[in-house]
């Protein structure tokens, strides 16, 4: 015995065979799908791992400008550099090097004497000063036993931009670690914040790629006569190395 409909069953059967059913029934069914997808992409964002922001800013937003894919190993040429026959040499022999004149977008070796391309290796240098520049490098002074004859060595940040990507970068933050643990300045192996300068005493042995920097208009402290550096250090030891 068919059972009589009830008003509910009436009002519902009424509600679908009005001319809007159909169109109401499109919208519930969009409208339950971009429920959905919102909820995927929710899903997604909050399971997704966390990306290195702070890496990544800081790789953008530290290092210089001038020649300095050179200074950090990343330019086209890094590759040419000698780096398994390093030269052991003094101060005096690299002070005593003809200065090329170079300009903000020099390449490398752009005298063709090879000073750019060698790897030389210096011993018991006298530490002088030590500061982190604004580019994030740490710019050491060092000399021998004449006070007059001094230069430039500087260690960059491999969180900065250029030497984060170097194929040279394991042995850039090796050195630049090496010198902040041995020198009492811990801090500094991963800071890219500038610093003030740290007088140094003690010794050191380092090996470095020979660079020509541009004259600035304010001289660097410790700066070389022909703007001669090693830069960057690949390789740091020293003897009773501490801030005075």
């Known amino acids: 015995m068919r059972q009589a409909p009830t008003k509910e069953t009436r009002s519902v059967a009424e509600t679908c065979t009005r001319r809007d059913c159909p169109f109401r029934t499109v919208i519930f069914v969009v409208l339950k799908l971009a429920a959905l997808l919102l909820l995927t992409l929710f899903v997604a964002a909050v399971s997704a791992p966390a990306l290195p922001s702070s890496a990544t800013s800081t790789a953008t937003s530290c290092g210089g400008e001038h020649r300095w894919a050179v200074k950090t190993l990343s330019d086209a040429d890094a590759d040419k550099v000698h780096y398994d026959?390093?030269?052991?040499?003094?101060?005096?022999?690299?002070?005593?090097?003809?200065?090329?004149?170079?300009?903000?977008d020099t390449p490398r070796d752009p005298d063709g004497k090879h000073v750019e391309l060698t790897v030389y290796h210096l011993v018991a240098v006298h530490l002088v000063e030590a500061r982190i520049e604004e580019d994030?490098?740490?710019?050491?002074?060092?000399?021998?036993q004449n006070p007059d004859n001094h230069m430039i060595v500087e260690f960059?940040?491999?969180?900065?931009?250029?030497?984060?990507?170097?194929?040279?970068?394991?042995?850039?933050?090796?050195?630049?670690?090496?010198?902040?643990t041995l020198c009492g300045l811990p801090t500094w192996a991963t800071r890219v914040k500038k610093a003030a300068p740290k007088q140094l005493s003690g010794w050191a042995s380092l090996e470095g790629v020979g660079f020509f920097d541009l004259p600035h208009s304010t001289p660097q402290s410790g700066v070389a006569p022909?703007?001669?550096?090693?830069?960057?250090?690949?390789?740091?030891s020293a003897e009773n190395c501490h801030v005075t």
Do not use: W
């Open 226 to 236: 022909n703007n001669i550096e090693l830069h960057p250090v690949l390789q740091f």
């Open 85 to 104: 026959t390093p030269k052991r040499k003094t101060i005096h022999y690299l002070l005593t090097r003809e200065d090329p004149g170079v300009h903000k």
């Open 156 to 180: 960059p940040s491999t969180l900065c931009k250029g030497a984060s990507v170097s194929a040279h970068k394991a042995e850039m933050e090796q050195a630049r670690t090496n010198f902040a």
């Open 136 to 144: 994030g490098d740490i710019h050491l002074v060092i000399r021998n």
